[in-house]
Nanobody, 126 residues
């Protein structure tokens, strides 16, 4: 089992920035793919970004328009989501996710991820 804990959310003004963290514990050696999703008010949970433990490409939802950057620190079993140029519509709960499948295929699909954090609230005020 892998446990995920997000942190770094909070209240930020429009145009500001936040960095979210996701700390993994437990069987972290089994984690291959890691991702961020978010659920904004009135909408289904949506894909934000994903990458793999071995590096290579990082994938982003087109709607993030280059404002979000995902990174990872394998030594700390932590990955991050740097968000800049925050907008009102970025308000929501941000979740990190992970799984042990040795492939990055379908990285944007919720169903592939077996481990989820509880989420961290991001509120952007204008």
């Amino acid at each position: 089992q892998v446990q995920l804990v997000e942190s770094g959310g909070g209240l930020e003004q429009a145009g500001g920035s936040l960095r979210l963290s996701c700390a993994a514990s437990g069987r972290t050696d089994s984690v291959f793919a890691m991702a961020w999703f978010r659920q904004t008010p009135g909408k289904d949970r949506e894909f934000v970004a994903a990458t793999s433990r071995t590096g290579g490409s990082t994938y982003y939802a087109d709607s993030m328009n280059g404002r979000f950057t995902m990174s990872r620190d394998n030594a700390k079993n932590t990955w991050y989501l740097q968000m800049i140029g925050l907008k009102d519509e970025d308000t929501g709960v941000y979740y990190c996710a992970a799984d042990s499948v040795l492939s990055i295929v379908n990285y944007h699909m919720e169903d592939r991820y077996e481990y989820w954090g509880q989420g961290t609230q991001v509120t952007v005020s204008s």
